[in-house]
């Protein structure tokens, strides 16, 4: 696989347009996601599976599995929204760890998908709007029916479930 071309001298015509369009999309693509609003996912992992929500609304999305978030409120960072949306959903203190994967382009705005564990003497997360929870191994994952914006996850979710 080639992931680098040196070129000596002008590029050639059609290449040269190639290069030009891309330029131009990555860079629109880069203002739309510069002032897009925010909306978290949290991937909370326990025992080498992560956990999801089952949603109730909207009724397009009503039985779907997701990862529990939400949007960041201003001057709040992301992983301040994390935790304060597993507050809110799950009853839970969770650790924000790391980042997971990129951002995702959503009609909300765009997802970030962040990896987190619960704090230590926190109590069990709890269906607080949602119609239940499940705890998903890496082997699982991909037969959940996931909502279409954590389908782009399923397989850094796997990758973040084996050892």
Do not use: K, N
């Not at 109590?123 to 191994?137: D, Y």
């Amino acid at each position: 696989m080639v992931d680098e071309v040196h070129l000596r001298g002008p590029v050639p015509g059609p290449f040269r347009r190639l290069l030009a369009t891309r330029a131009t999309v990555l860079a629109e693509a880069a203002r739309a996601l510069a002032g897009a609003q925010v909306v978290v996912a949290t991937a909370l992992v326990r025992d080498a599976a992560v956990l999801a929500a089952r949603r109730t609304r909207p009724p397009e999305l009503a039985g779907l599995w997701e990862l529990p978030g939400g949007r960041v409120e201003a001057g709040e960072s992301e992983a301040d929204a994390v935790v304060r949306e597993c507050r809110e959903e799950l009853g839970t203190d969770v650790v924000v760890d790391a980042r997971l994967g990129t951002d995702l382009r959503i009609d909300a705005g765009v997802l970030r998908v962040h990896a987190a564990h619960l704090a230590d003497g926190a109590p069990g997360p709890r269906a607080l709007e949602h119609s239940g929870l499940r705890w998903v191994t890496a082997a699982e994952v991909p037969g959940v029916d996931w909502v279409p914006a954590d389908r782009a996850v399923v397989a850094d979710l796997v990758d973040l479930l084996r050892p």
